[in-house]
Structure formats: structure tokens, C-alpha cells
């Protein structure tokens, strides 16, 4: 956990130049990409939306079972009974803080400087995985995902993406939701990502920000038809979140310390 001194916050809620505006409007190497945000407060999937009818196999890591350290390698099937398998590499788990957590409970994975970790994902399912949802938390301007096919990046998202939906702070999504709450500063929520024009098999999480962490919980994975949320328009192609995240970081003039381990 975090010294009492340490704190961690956006400047000026990440305060865009015109160059990263400009990148912002890059579209996706995959356009057929369809991203969403759940309602503010809400930490897991909508299952009912995603998978109407039941109609798709669907399972989520949660982390809880999960021992406390950093650099894990691990397999899960997200509870799916084997059809969906997992293997996460160099990944920290914590358990619940103000940073991360959903209800507050459990444990979380996260991302620091230099310390990216990967998820690759494999299933009996003949079409393959086509969505991965997650309670992203205490979002920073170096959070990034990236989705890979065959070694191929296929898509990537960043913090600046969520915020041209969401706007700065302060917003409905912004401070933890979980009581007692804390980290007004800081945007919390459920995302989606709907691969609608293929399938992925690699997701990789990044930190680019000094003395910051990309939380998560919740990682929820499938192959469906259905969809949820609200969605986000504009997504940064592969190479531009790299650019993106330089343009911010040069704006910064507070930043969010690292947990103590």
C-alpha cells in the first residue's frame, strides 16, 4: 500500500496538447473494434447483454484465489471449466486498496514501469475469443492495452481514449466507488472490448508513466454476439498510444507514486 506522503493524481486532469488532440483522431488498425464503458459504479460484466440468452461461453478472473506478489506466472480457465484458458506472465497481484479492487474486496493485478505483463488466451471454441471486458481502476495517462493476433498487434487503447468519452475530472466516474471511497482525481470503470471483425489471443497491459501502476480486476473474457455499454469513439491505431503517452507525460507536473511492496 501507499505511504501517507505518496499520492497519486493527474495534472490538471491530463491536460491535452494539440498534438496529442490531433493523434487522438488516428483511427484503429482494426476498425471493426467496438469498445464501451458500463455505467459509473458498475464492476462487472453485464453477462445478460453480452450474452443473451445464454448463448456464449463467458468467465471472468477475479484474482481473489490468487497469492500476493509481483512477477506471478499463472493459468486460469476464468471458470469456464476449461473451454477458456488463460496464462498471465510477470503479472503483480495486491489485494484491495483505494487504487484497486472491485468492491473493495480481494485482490487485483497491476502494471508498473518496466514491468508490463501479458495475457495469452486459448479455447475449445472453434470462432475463438472475441471480447474481453475488466474494472479498470485509478486510471493514469500511461495505462495501455494492446490486443494481438498471431503475434500481431491488432488493436490498443489508452487512458486518453477513455477520457474523450468520459471527459476530466471531475465526473461521474471519477473516485472509487467502493466505500470509503478516495481518489477523486482518477476515473474508475468497467471496460469493453469487442473484437467484431476477428478474433485476439494476446493482451498485453503497460505502465509509461515514472512512479504510476495500471490497475485492473474483474478480467472477463468470451466469443458472442451481444454487446454492452456505452460506446467510445475515438481509439488510437497501434504506434499512436506510444506518442500519445509521451505527449502527455510532458505535461504532467503531479504525479502518483508507486505502492510500497
Known amino acids: 500500500m501507499m505511504n501517507s506522503g505518496m499520492t497519486k493524481r493527474l495534472s490538471c486532469a491530463m491536460t491535452l496538447s494539440a498534438a496529442a488532440l490531433a493523434l487522438v483522431g488516428a483511427r484503429p488498425a482494426n476498425a471493426a473494434f467496438l469498445v464501451t464503458l458500463e455505467p ?8 445478460a447483454s453480452i450474452c443473451p440468452g445464454g448463448t456464449c461461453q463467458i468467465g471472468t478472473e477475479t484474482f481473489d484465489s490468487r497469492s500476493t506478489a509481483a512477477g506471478q506466472t499463472f493459468t486460469t480457465d476464468f471458470g469456464t471449466h476449461g473451454v477458456i484458458t488463460g496464462t498471465y506472465k510477470n503479472v503483480e497481484i495486491k489485494p484491495a486498496d483505494v487504487y484497486g479492487g472491485a468492491s473493495s474486496t480481494g485482490n487485483y493485478a497491476v502494471a508498473y ?7 495469452d488466451l486459448a ?3 472453434p470462432t475463438g475469443i ?3 471486458g475488466y474494472w479498470w481502476s485509478s486510471l493514469d495517462g500511461g495505462n495501455s492495452v494492446a490486443f494481438y493476433n498471431g503475434g500481431t498487434e491488432v488493436y ?5 481514449d477513455f477520457l474523450n468519452l468520459t471527459g476530466h475530472c471531475p465526473n461521474p466516474y471519477c473516485a472509487n466507488p467502493n466505500p470509503p471511497g478516495g481518489d477523486p482525481t482518477q476515473p474508475y ?9 476477428g478474433t485476439f489471443d494476446r493482451i498485453i497491459f503497460s505502465e509509461n508513466f515514472p512512479d504510476a501502476g495500471y490497475e485492473s480486476d474483474n478480467h472477463t473474457v468470451r466469443f458472442a454476439i451481444g454487446t454492452s455499454g456505452t460506446q467510445i469513439d475515438a481509439v488510437a491505431e497501434p504506434g499512436s498510444a506510444a506518442l500519445i503517452g509521451a505527449a ?14
Open 113 to 119: 514501469p518496466g514491468s508490463a505483463y501479458s495475457l
Open 123 to 125: 479455447t475449445t471454441v
Open 40 to 47: 459509473p459504479g458498475v464492476q462487472t460484466p453485464n453477462v
Open 248 to 261: 502527455l507525460l510532458s505535461l504532467v507536473v503531479s504525479r502518483r507514486r508507486l505502492s510500497v511492496h
Open 156 to 160: 490498443s487503447f489508452t487512458a486518453t
Open 130 to 132: 472475441n471480447y474481453f
Open 189 to 197: 470503470a468497467f471496460v469493453n472490448f469487442f473484437d467484431n471483425g
